[in-house]
C-alpha cells in the first residue's frame, strides 16, 4: 500500500486542499483503490507550497495541484504510476 499524502498546511488549504482531498477519496472508492492507497493528510510534506496550488506525495513524488484540475493531476501522478503502462 502506498500512502498519497496531502498538505492541509495553511498555504495549502487556502489555496483548495479541502477540494484535493474530496476529488481524491471520489477517485479512489470510485476505481476501487481502497487496497493499494491509503490518503492522508499532513500539515508540511517538504518542498513547499504554491499560492493557488496543494503539495501532494506519492511515495517518492513530490507534485503541486492545482484545485481545478485535482482529477487530472491523480490520473497523471498516482494511476499512471499504479499502472505505467497506461498512457497518461
Known amino acids: 500500500m502506498q500512502d498519497l499524502v496531502v498538505c492541509v498546511g495553511e498555504t495549502c488549504h487556502q489555496s483548495g486542499a479541502e477540494l484535493v482531498l474530496k476529488s481524491y477519496m471520489d477517485i479512489i472508492a470510485r ?30 513524488l513530490r507534485f503541486q495541484v492545482n484545485p481545478k484540475e485535482a482529477d487530472l493531476s491523480f490520473e497523471q501522478h498516482v494511476m499512471s504510476t499504479l499502472n505505467p503502462t497506461a498512457e497518461a
Open 31 to 60: 476505481e476501487k483503490l481502497e487496497n493499494m492507497i491509503c490518503l492522508k493528510c499532513s500539515f508540511a510534506i517538504g518542498g513547499g507550497c504554491q499560492r493557488d496550488e496543494v503539495s501532494v506525495r506519492f511515495g517518492d
